[in-house]
């Protein structure tokens, strides 16, 4: 089975600019998570989707959205972007709530 | 508020000594409780979980609820085990909350 896949894999922006990160599932995985992995704050839950439905949401910002489509791949989406969203975005996936699989994450800079 | 505590940001240990890496959470019920393992230029992959209890690559993971605990030991370390450590509870659905994890390093 392939693994969970993220692209694109690096990502440069300016403050200011909006950016859509995109994230597929291991094939008949519905639940998507995505975290943000930053030297200073470690790994933060940003958001869980599943069935195409939010399910879960961690504490950050509204400029931080996401989606699910009905073939379970996802999007997030940072607006506006800042210097401090610089960062490794790592999206999960897993059958339900059990074990989750990790995708090598897309690497962000804010420039 | 939730959290989880791994006091130890860097464990260097000799090839063949015991390894344990300490997690601490404090958490209302009984959370489900996982390990993650980071190697170099590798992605995060499941070590451990808690309600399994299997052994993986000679790790196991006790969970101790009197002390709020879910230390990762392993009585010989190898060098391949050098990697980032990271102790986590699940919440409500999916959402893992990480600690900040612990570099183990196995010297020869």
């Known amino acids: 089975k392939a693994g969970v896949t993220q692209t694109p894999r690096y990502l440069i922006k300016t403050r200011g600019q909006q950016v859509t990160l995109s994230c597929s599932p291991i094939s008949g995985h519905r639940s998507v998570s995505w975290y943000q992995q930053t030297p200073g704050q470690g790994l933060q839950f940003l958001f869980e989707y599943f069935s195409e439905t939010q399910r879960n949401k961690g504490n950050f910002p509204g400029r931080f959205s996401g989606r699910q489509f009905s073939n379970s791949r996802s999007e997030m989406n940072v607006s506006t972007l800042e210097l401090g969203d610089s960062a490794l975005y790592l999206c999960?996936?897993?059958?339900?709530?059990?074990?989750?699989?990790f995708g090598p994450g897309t690497r962000l800079t804010v420039l | 508020a939730q959290r989880v505590t791994q006091p130890e940001k860097l464990l260097s240990v000799f090839k063949g000594a015991p390894v344990e890496l300490k997690c601490n959470y404090s958490y209302s019920g009984s959370p489900e409780l996982f390990w993650y393992v980071q190697y170099s230029r590798q992605r995060l992959q499941l070590l451990l979980r808690?309600?399994s209890r299997e052994s993986i690559k000679g790790f196991t993971a006790d969970l101790n609820k009197g002390e709020t605990s879910f230390h990762l030991k392993k009585p010989f370390a190898q060098e391949e085990d050098s990697a980032m450590y990271y102790c986590a509870p699940r919440e409500n659905g999916n959402k893992l909350v990480f600690g900040a994890g612990t570099i183990l390093r196995v010297k020869s």
């Open positions: 808690h309600i």
């Open positions: 999960a996936s897993s059958l339900n709530t059990d074990t989750q699989y």
